[in-house]
């Protein structure tokens, strides 16, 4: 029996015995938020911005604004009581759900109050490159829940569950415009005509916590980019805030530079500007 620790509503439970109602609507309906955070020499990165994104996606989902205070603590006794599983590297996830519903119909109301769960696990390497291949399917960028990020993954999940079985690590999305959006668990960074960008909030990608930092460090920027174009791109990179940036290694079989020169000074430069401030 494991005895690591998780945070579930208002204290620390041993994981083992943290059990949530098979009738939470986080289960049933996928009706709820989540941040996923690094954690570093025992304290997780950049956690303001990953609990104002967890506010907003409270928000545009319609859930009760979570306190920041409360949630602060709770991740600092989560972390300090899984010490041991989170040195050096860890991650934590942070999910917020809309808890028990009102009755037993077929599609019960909200009635409150949510459930929360934070967990930790140690960060296991990643690789040094993934492969990468399109698919015919679009992300919805005119849903009501762009921007937020969600529980509700089924769909991004199928998708990376049938190309990993077709032997690639991830896949791309375009939006419904025909725009690049994202990989389905990442933000894309692009090498083109000698720059990196990455696509506007306006292909409905999610607005990434590494993502914003590239971009306000001055490391790449903003620009839409076809998804018939993927040719053209001489360079790729994920970005996810507990694999920062990965490079791709091929697009649909064409092989791409691993790093390429831009992507070598991106990650330089991304790890030495992290390494000056836990919570940038």
């Known amino acids: 029996m494991t005895n690591a ?5 208002d204290q620390l439970v041993v994981e083992a015995y943290a059990i949530v109602s098979v009738r939470d609507r986080g289960f049933t309906s996928g009706d709820g938020v989540f941040e996923t955070v690094k954690i570093v020499d025992g304290q997780p990165f950049a956690i303001t911005r990953h609990l104002t994104r967890l ?16 949630l602060r603590e709770a991740v600092r006794a989560t972390i300090a009581a899984n010490a041991d599983l989170v040195d050096p590297l860890g991650r934590m996830r942070i ?6 519903p009102s009755g037993k119909t077929s599609v019960p109301s909200r009635s409150g109050p949510v459930t929360l769960v934070i967990t930790v696990d140690r960060q296991r390497p990643h690789p040094n490159s993934v492969s990468v291949v399109t698919v015919p399917w679009c992300h919805n960028d005119k849903g009501p829940l762009v921007g937020a990020k969600t529980t509700s993954y089924a769909d991004n999940l199928a998708i990376l569950e049938r190309v990993r079985v077709d032997g690639a690590d991830e896949a791309l999305l375009a939006d419904t415009s025909g725009r690049l959006c994202e990989a389905t668990t990442a933000n894309v960074v692009l090498g083109v005509d000698g720059e990196l960008i990455t696509p506007t909030l306006a292909t409905g990608c999610l607005p990434g916590v590494t993502r914003a930092l590239l971009l ?6 903003e620009q839409d980019f076809p998804f018939a174009k993927l040719d053209q791109v001489t360079e790729l990179l994920l970005s996810s805030s507990t694999r920062s940036l990965i490079p791709v290694d091929s697009i649909d079989g064409r092989s791409l530079a691993v790093p ?3 992507a070598v000074g991106a990650i330089a430069e991304f790890a030495h500007r992290a390494a000056d401030s836990l919570d940038p």
């Not at 506010?55 to 409360?70: I, M, T």
């Not at 306000?216 to 920027?221: A, D, P, Q, S």
């Open 216 to 221: 306000e460090w001055g490391l790449v920027r």
């Open 55 to 70: 506010a907003n996606s409270a928000k545009l989902v319609g859930l009760p604004q979570p306190d920041e205070g409360y």
């Open 260 to 262: 390429g020169d831009l």
């Open 95 to 100: 999910t917020l759900t809309a808890g028990n």
């Open 5 to 9: 620790r998780v945070w579930l509503n």
